[in-house]
């Protein structure tokens, strides 16, 4: 195998001629597409979605409904696009606060030991990663990027607020703090890492949630949910408010957890889980979804079917891949 890489990203072509391409599943155009008043739908037509959902369509604007999911399913068509293009204009007009960031050994990642993985839950577990001085140091540059005003999308469906780090050209960094991760990751994870490759793509995204009274249109909390990625690294940035717990499906119900700064939280994407609404103060965090082509080829973890591929280009998709013979 001979290994390209390309605008930070691997692209692997065997002496057959054919192209390991990234792609997404084809249910990420049609299935969980938030609405408030509905949570997750499907959306595969209008006469579908207004027969599936008549019952709970009363006294609602359909009309307005069905034009709002149909500009959500336009906005993830455009995510790939747009992430090329955004980080080709942040790159040539952006000026780093820190610009040591842009190094892949700028950050200070803790030794990972056995010992030092605490069992906060069934299938959940934090460790320290990062000294508080340079969670600060990230949030500092996050919030100095956003007053910059240059194009950026929203990090996710759900959460209106935040960046995608990629978009910032963040991916050499985050690439180090994924595979500083993936050894406990595969140890605790098994079946969710590849054996050959382990994590080969990801999706790391800022989140925020903001209590204060002059905040714009912010984010409050995030409806239970579970994650498009194998598994899931959360990693506090902030201290000081109330309210915001991130809390996770928990025998019959929900337990909520407590975050410090710098110690990060681990746990499967596929493990249901949401955040409390914010009282007071504000809460900044990293959140990278890990995934593998590997585990997700055979299923996709949001429609839990065999994935139906459709490539992208100049991204990695959602971490499927597909083989494109180049004769």
Not at 6 to 15: L, R
Not at 159 to 182: A, C, F, Q, T, Y
């Amino acid at each position: 195998l001979i290994h390209f890489i390309k605008s930070g990203y691997v692209i692997i072509k065997s002496m057959t001629s054919k192209l390991r391409k990234w792609a997404v599943c084809k249910c990420f155009y049609e299935r969980n597409i938030f609405l408030p008043n509905l949570g997750h739908i499907v959306f595969k037509s209008t006469d579908q979605f207004l027969k599936d959902y008549d019952p709970h369509l009363k006294n609602l604007n359909k009309n307005q409904i069905v034009e709002t999911i149909e500009a959500e399913i336009s906005r993830r068509r455009s995510i790939h696009p747009k992430k090329v293009a955004n980080r080709q204009i942040i790159k040539e007009s952006y000026n780093f606060l820190y610009p040591s960031l842009m190094s892949p050994n700028s950050l200070n990642l803790a030794s990972l030991k056995k010992e030092d993985v605490k069992t906060e839950l069934s299938g959940v577990y934090s460790f320290p990663l990062l000294p508080k001085d340079e969670c600060k140091q990230l949030l500092e540059e996050f919030l100095h990027f956003k007053q910059s005003n240059l194009s950026h999308q929203r990090p996710n469906s759900m959460n209106k607020n935040g960046i995608l780090l990629e978009e910032l050209g963040l991916d050499s960094l985050i690439h180090r703090i994924v595979k500083h991760i993936e050894p406990i990751a595969k140890e605790l994870f098994p079946d969710l890492v590849g054996e050959n490759e382990g994590f080969d793509s990801f999706k790391a995204f800022t989140v925020e949630y903001d209590g204060q009274q002059d905040a714009r249109n912010p984010d409050l909390e995030l409806d239970t949910h579970f994650d498009n990625a194998e598994v899931t690294l959360n990693i506090p940035l902030t201290q000081g408010f109330e309210g915001s717990e991130l809390y996770f499906e928990y025998k019959n119900g929900f337990k909520s957890l407590q975050m410090e700064v710098g110690r990060a939280i681990l746990h499967s994407g596929r493990l249901l889980h949401g955040v409390m609404p914010i009282e007071e103060g504000y809460r900044h965090n990293i959140i990278i979804w890990m995934r593998s082509s590997e585990v997700r080829n055979r299923m996709c973890p949001m429609c839990k079917e065999v994935p139906q591929l459709e490539k992208v280009e100049g991204t990695t998709g959602d971490g499927f891949t597909m083989i494109e013979d180049q004769n």
